[in-house]
């Protein structure tokens, strides 16, 4: 089964929230489209969220917290459950590193948001204080 034929342009991630929705980001709209599973586990497009400039992925947690790693506005975006934008996390550089450059994420063991940062080299945490959801 195929689907995002005239909604994806150029997919390069993707994650599933806990309400079952599908998180994709595309790399050429500069967004992350969400998906629902419809009937006859058909999927169809929900809604989009982002103001992105070069995204390289996307992580949804348990709540429904969005984290999209943005490396040309050298952030991590955190978008609520609704999809609004709340924090954009920018990693202070690291050692003799003028920037930083957040790309691939993950959960931790205990939910905390982890990623690969480019430019050092190494592997960091997320350090924020984390957001409510939304859903009720």
């Given at each position: ?5 005239g909604v ?12 079952g929705?599908?998180h ?16 006859k ?19 949804v ?17 955190i978008f ?36 690969v940062d480019?430019?050092?080299?190494y ?14």
């Amino acid at each position: 089964e195929r689907f995002g034929e005239g909604v994806l342009n150029r997919p390069i991630a993707l994650d599933f929230a806990p309400d079952g929705s599908l998180h994709v980001l595309d790399a050429e709209r500069n967004q992350c489209i969400v998906f629902y599973e419809g009937q006859k586990s058909k999927f169809f497009m929900k809604r989009t969220y982002g103001d992105l400039r070069g995204p390289s992925d996307v992580l949804v947690d348990r709540r429904g917290v969005c984290y999209i790693s943005d490396p040309e506005q050298r952030a991590i975006l955190i978008f609520d459950s609704a999809g609004t934008l709340v924090q954009a996390e920018r990693p202070s550089p690291f050692g003799s590193f003028d920037q930083s450059d957040p790309r691939g994420l993950a959960l931790d063991p205990s939910g905390r948001v982890i990623y690969v940062d480019r430019a050092a080299s190494y592997i960091r945490r997320l350090d924020f204080n984390p957001i409510p959801s939304t859903n009720k």
